[in-house]
Nanobody, 125 residues
Framework: QVQLVESGGGLVQAGGSLRLSCAAS????????MGWFRQAPGKDREFVAA????????YYADPVKGRFTMSRDNTQNTMYLQMNSLKPEDTAVYYC??????????????????WGQGTQVTVSS
């Protein structure tokens, strides 16, 4: 079992930055690929970014490439999403998620094993 708790959301003006954190319980943090998804009102939950179990490989959705950066600290069971140059269209609830590394990466949210409760990010224009 893995429990995930997000933090760091808030209100920011367009062009600003936020850093989200996701703290995980459990002793097998490095055996999970970690990811971020987001869900805007009236829209489906969509993939944002992911990072491999040991942090050597990252994956980003096209809308956030060059603006968002994922990292993880396996000694602290924590991962991060640094979000720069934020746009109003980035407004959403952001969820962290864990996916077993025993499978190939999939961006389909049904393949992710554990989810946090979400944190709201609001970008004003």
């Amino acid at each position: 079992q893995v429990q995930l708790v997000e933090s760091g959301g808030g209100l920011v003006q367009a062009g600003g930055s936020l850093r989200l954190s996701c703290a995980a319980s459990g002793r097998t943090f490095s055996s999970y690929r970690m990811g971020w998804f987001r869900q805007a009102p009236g829209k489906d939950r969509e993939f944002v970014a992911a990072i491999s179990g040991v942090g050597g490989t990252t994956y980003y959705a096209d809308p956030v490439k060059g603006r968002f950066t994922m990292s993880r600290d396996n000694t602290q069971n924590t991962m991060y999403l640094q979000m720069n140059s934020l746009k109003p269209e980035d407004t959403a609830v952001y969820y962290c998620a864990a996916q077993s590394t025993f499978r190939s990466i999939s961006y389909d949210r049904s393949t992710w094993n554990y989810w946090g409760q979400g944190t709201q990010v609001t970008v004003s224009s």
